[in-house]
């Protein structure tokens, strides 16, 4: 089993919609969580941190649950500038801060 | 925005060339790492440093080393390039006391 799993997509969604994306963690253990963003052939950017209690950043929402092992990602009122990766991220406590990249979800937005 | 840098962003070389990877942050982060990512795939953690003299291999066997003289600085090598090497190379930082990891724009490596 992968440390970190995702629905590797695509989901395709018209503009304004709302999408959300699972991920599942292997290690109870893991204590820090992310959302990153990738577009083709570029760097991975830090979308967001997850926290125990969930955030909010705009149309953005995270959310962890630790009994089942999934953080997940909410996406209100899509814009075509979403299109992109979003990789899974979970830190696995190793003793150094070693993080684990799921394959990503791939999201297409059209007009 | 993060402050790091790779050089060059695209490379192609033919086999059993030597190469080397720049990889520079400027903001004083303790903590860099070396990636491999291929087309689609995910990212695999080749090389990292917890600071200057230290470095660790990663998950992914590679036949590339690195060093860290300087804080700042954190080239990967290749004594001998081959096909196989083919990848997208990124490098990462983070600073102390955060698991957060701040990407370099990447290299494209394509061996001939």
């Known amino acids: 089993r992968k440390e970190v799993e995702q629905d590797p997509g695509p989901f395709n969604v018209p503009e304004g919609a709302t999408v959300a994306f699972n991920c599942t963690y292997s290690n109870s253990a893991s204590q820090s969580f992310f959302w990153y963003r990738q577009d083709c052939r570029k760097e991975p950017k830090l979308l967001m941190s997850v926290y125990s209690s969930g955030n909010e950043d705009g149309r953005f929402t995270a959310q962890l649950n630790r009994a089942s092992q999934y953080i997940s990602l909410l996406i209100r009122d899509s814009k075509l500038s979403d299109s992109a990766t979003y990789l899974c991220v979970v830190n696995l406590n190793t003793g150094f801060q070693k993080l684990v990249f799921g394959t990503g979800t791939r999201l297409l937005v059209s007009p | 925005e993060a402050d790091i840098y790779q050089t060059p962003r695209y490379l192609v070389i033919g086999t059993g060339k030597k190469i080397t990877l720049e990889c520079s942050q400027t903001?004083?982060?303790?903590?860099m790492y070396w990636y491999q990512q291929d087309p689609g795939m995910e990212l695999h953690l080749i090389h990292y440093?917890?600071?200057?003299?230290?470095?660790e291999k990663g998950d992914l066997s590679s036949e590339s080393t690195v060093s860290r003289i300087r804080t700042e600085h954190f080239p990967l090598t290749l004594e001998s390039a081959r096909p196989s090497h083919t990848s997208q190379y990124l490098c990462a930082s983070g600073g102390f006391g955060t698991d957060t990891q701040y990407f370099g724009p990447g290299t494209r490596l394509t061996v001939l």
């Open positions: 440093s917890y600071g200057v003299n230290s470095t």
């Open positions: 903001m004083g982060h303790d903590k």
